[in-house]
């Protein structure tokens, strides 16, 4: 398990916050272009074409282009993701380290949250959103899953690093 230290009081830098705070606005706002700004193209992370629903392409270990990302941006970045990024508290994941919302659910049948954790020893933030249908489904776990959305800070920058799946 990740060790989670917040930033010491005393430390005043707060760019890789700032960064976070960016880009929970780029997503909401639905702004490609600077939510590209956290990611390098192209990469390979065969969990993307999961996650969009394109596992074929997974198979083949295709790599994550420029025009792949804008094709699937409301999907990587769906609704359950922004409802609980919005709810993420900023000022608890510096100063804790760590992050979680309440759970929310549009249907009383699936319920999602977000956790999102600050390493510093790793340098990451990670963004994690989990969630359960009622009505499980054996195709997925009975229902639950976690979709983890890994950024690593590399000289002073908060760039996408990968996205992993569970459940």
Not at 35 to 41: A, L, P, R, S
Not at 79 to 97: H, R
Not at 140 to 150: R, S
Request: with cysteine; hydrophobic share 35%; aromatic share 16%.
């Amino acid at each position: 398990m990740c060790a989670h230290t917040a930033i010491a009081s005393t430390d005043t830098t707060t760019t890789w916050i700032d960064q976070v705070r960016t880009l929970r606005d780029a997503i909401y706002q639905r702004d490609k272009e600077t939510t590209k700004t956290f990611f390098n193209f192209p990469y390979n992370n065969a969990e993307f074409w999961y996650i969009v629903g394109v596992p074929n392409l997974a198979e083949k270990e295709a790599p994550v282009t420029e025009k792949s990302f804008d094709l699937y941006f409301d999907k990587i970045f769906d609704k359950q993701f922004i409802t609980a990024f919005l709810k993420i508290k900023t000022k608890d994941l510096y100063e804790k380290g760590t992050s979680k919302t309440a759970e929310f659910t549009d249907d009383q049948e699936e319920y999602y949250s977000m956790e999102a954790t600050y390493d510093k020893n790793e340098q990451t933030v990670t963004l994690q959103l989990s969630g359960y249908n009622k009505k499980s489904d054996p195709e997925y776990d009975g229902g639950e899953y976690a979709i983890f959305y890994v950024f690593k800070i590399k000289a002073g920058k908060l760039r996408f690093d990968k996205i992993l799946m569970a459940g």
